[in-house]
């Protein structure tokens, strides 16, 4: 079993790895750090998107919507949530109107 403090280095390191990803879209994406105004809200992007980053064994993906949603309501953007499943994979989850949205996009030429 993983003691807290490896725990969390892991999950500051998801959160890196995904704001680096995302900068190859959007080259102004940054990890928030937990003292800073983020409240629920991992990665800053001009993108669309309301990001909260979780790296566990077991994600609870609608706890960790709803902490995105809080914000992401006030920045009038989508919440999704980025997981990282130990031994599972990565995810990505998103409410319904956020997939439609991006479809939308996707259908009308791209973002």
């Known amino acids: 079993m993983l003691s ?8 500051h390191d998801w959160e890196r790895e995904v704001a680096k990803r995302i900068r190859k879209i959007d080259p102004s994406a940054k990890r928030l750090l937990e ?12 993108l669309p998107f309301a990001i909260q980053c979780k790296c566990q064994k077991r994600v609870n993906f609608l706890k960790a919507l709803e902490e995105a949603g ?25 409410e ?6 991006l479809l939308r996009r996707l259908k009308n030429g791209g973002f």
Request: proline share 2%; aromatic share 14%.
């Open 70 to 94: 809080e914000m992401a309501e006030e920045l009038d953007k989508f919440p999704i949530v980025v997981a990282k499943v130990m031994r599972k994979g990565e995810f990505v989850f998103m």
């Open 35 to 46: 003292y800073q105004e983020g409240k629920g809200i991992d990665i800053d992007t001009k």
């Open 96 to 101: 319904w109107e956020t997939f439609d949205f």
């Open 4 to 11: 807290h403090k490896s725990r969390r280095r892991k999950g």
